[in-house]
């Protein structure tokens, strides 16, 4: 198997899944050094502050450009919306990257 790197805490991703293969390696959550970012879009902001004025959590999904079907990605973002409790507020974001 080919190396697999998880940028994501292992605790917080919930520990290593049992089917996983040795080759997989968590390396820790990846932040962006560029400090040209000075602020979310508007609507991003706006959601966000809604959901923690409801006392909502808040969920993001970022795919960057992973070349995971639009399709998948909505429906996985639905079923957090759906099912998961307390009532979690869900962004899935998605990088540029070639169309489904």
Same mark, same amino acid.
């Given at each position: 198997?080919?190396?697999?790197?998880?940028?994501?805490?292992?605790?917080?991703?919930?520990?290593?899944?049992?089917?996983?293969?040795?080759?997989?390696?968590?390396? #820790? *959550? @990846?932040? $962006? %050094?560029?400090?040209?970012?000075?602020? &979310?879009?508007?609507?991003?902001? #706006? *959601? @966000?502050? $809604? %959901?923690?004025?409801?006392?909502?959590? &808040?969920?993001?999904?970022?795919?960057?450009?992973?070349?995971?079907?639009?399709?998948?990605?909505?429906?996985?973002?639905?079923?957090?919306?759906?099912?998961?409790?307390?009532?979690?507020?869900?962004?899935?974001?998605?990088?540029?990257?070639?169309?489904?």
């Amino acid at each position: 198997g080919s190396p697999v790197l998880v940028p994501i805490n292992e605790d917080a991703f919930g520990g290593r899944p049992a089917d996983w293969p040795e080759t997989a390696e968590f390396t #820790d *959550f @990846i932040f $962006q %050094a560029d400090q040209s970012v000075t602020g &979310l879009e508007p609507l991003y902001a #706006d *959601f @966000i502050r $809604q %959901a923690r004025d409801a006392g909502r959590p &808040l969920v993001l999904m970022a795919f960057s450009s992973m070349p995971v079907p639009t399709e998948n990605i909505l429906s996985t973002a639905c079923l957090i919306a759906e099912l998961a409790r307390p009532d979690p507020a869900v962004i899935a974001m998605l990088g540029a990257r070639e169309p489904d």
